[in-house]
């Protein structure tokens, strides 16, 4: 696996969080997202496609700490909105042209001070299209996201539910089983103390993690995310 691929699987049981992913309605408008944070230092940018379209993920590394990247950002852009906390902050900026641009950052302990995710998105949100036939969809949900890493076969399905975390937990346990997954963390068999969980499959090689978030209505926000092995 290269140093792009690791990191990206290191990162993702963070990024996939509902925090984090369920503000990501991201578009593109088909050209290289630029650098916004001063200090970044871009890694690379991939393809991906979110609810149907393709888009431009940028990815970089930021020398400074979040703190000062939250104050640079500010002074560069005193109208764009913020929302920040310990270890992340996200800013949407309004563009001439019509798109916005969210930027992402994240202070990941022991990699490097600040990662830095940008993309441009519409003025309206795109609309979830197909579930991912990849995925079992709970009894009741609806799905709110999908996106397709074609550069690392990988898949990402999001969706609320009316059901709480455990009876989701329970239910997309069972169907994952079934569909030939093995659960590593096992946290399926006792739902009322997790909000996640980890599979693995050997034919083809696969990871599959699981993250639940509940909702203030008694429901829970949910995302997977299968990657294949390469």
Known sequence: ??????????LFPLVLSAEVFSLWP?????????DEVAGNSPLWTENVIVNGQSLELGVSMN???????????RK????AVFAANKESLLAEI????GLRRRILLLSVHGIYPVLSFS????????????WPSEFPLPPGAKPQMTMRFPKRDAVYGA?????DVPQTLSSLGASLTAMGWKSVSGEHFDPSSGNGEIFMK????????????PQKNGGCFGSLYQRRNK
């Open 94 to 97: 309004k563009l001439k042209n």
């Open 63 to 73: 020398q400074n700490p979040l703190d000062l990247c939250f104050q640079n950002l």
């Open 119 to 130: 993309m441009d998105i519409p003025a309206s949100d795109l609309k979830p299209k197909d």
């Open 1 to 10: 696996m290269n140093r792009a691929g690791l990191l990206i699987l290191l």
């Open 159 to 163: 969706f609320s539910s009316d059901f």
């Open 26 to 34: 991201f578009s593109g408008n088909g050209t290289s997202v630029p």
């Open 202 to 213: 050997e034919n083809p090689s696969s990871l599959l993690v699981i993250g639940l978030t």
């Open 76 to 79: 560069m852009h005193p109208d």
